[in-house]
Structures are given as structure tokens and as C-alpha cells.
């Protein structure tokens, strides 16, 4: 699964991205910091800071703490937007 996600990401697929890190959790299948982080990229450069910054806040409810690459990819998905204006 985090291998397609990454490949969502760099296609900017975010919608297929969170459709297969929803696909995860259907399958008990624990999705790991590189595919929340794969999905904050997609989400990045599809330009939808809002959704990133939703994953980035439930990340601390999950078992995973976000990282510095989640941070800093969630602040790029926000300046992608021109100061959040998308």
C-alpha cells in the first residue's frame, strides 16, 4: 500500500492516495509513517493544505507521532496555496 500511495503522491493523486490509506484500515492493515507521510505529499502537491493539515492533527491520535518530514510536508501543502488562498 505505501508503495502506491508514493506513487499517488507523485502523480498528485490525492484522492486515490486516501482512498488507499482508507483501504488500509478496512484490511487491518496499520498504515505506517511513510505511507502518512506519501499521503501528506499527494496531498501537497494536489494542493489541498486543508486535508493535510486534518491527517497532520488525527496523526496524534493514531499510533504514529508526526515527524519532521510530516511537518514540513504539511507546511509546503499550506505555502503551495499562496498562503492558505486555495
Given at each position: 500500500?505505501?508503495?502506491?500511495?508514493?506513487?499517488?503522491?507523485k502523480?498528485?493523486?490525492?484522492?486515490?492516495?486516501?482512498?488507499?490509506?482508507?483501504?488500509?484500515?478496512?484490511?487491518?492493515?496499520?498504515?505506517?509513517?511513510?505511507?502518512?507521510?506519501?499521503?501528506?505529499?499527494?496531498?501537497?502537491?494536489?494542493?489541498?493544505?486543508?486535508?493535510?493539515?486534518?491527517?497532520?492533527?488525527?496523526?496524534?491520535?493514531?499510533?504514529?507521532?508526526?515527524?519532521?518530514?510530516?511537518y514540513?510536508?504539511?507546511?509546503?501543502?499550506?505555502?503551495?496555496?499562496?498562503?492558505?488562498?486555495?
Open positions: 500500500y505505501s508503495s502506491a500511495i508514493s506513487a499517488c503522491e502523480s498528485a493523486e490525492w484522492q486515490k492516495a486516501l482512498m488507499l490509506l482508507t483501504a488500509m484500515g478496512r484490511a487491518i492493515l496499520e498504515p505506517d509513517i511513510i505511507s502518512y507521510n506519501a499521503f501528506l505529499g499527494a496531498c501537497k502537491k494536489g494542493a489541498v493544505w486543508q486535508t493535510a493539515i486534518f491527517l497532520l492533527t488525527a496523526m496524534g491520535r493514531f499510533i504514529h507521532v508526526p515527524t519532521i518530514i510530516s514540513n510536508t504539511a507546511i509546503s501543502a499550506c505555502e503551495k496555496c499562496a498562503g492558505w488562498q486555495c
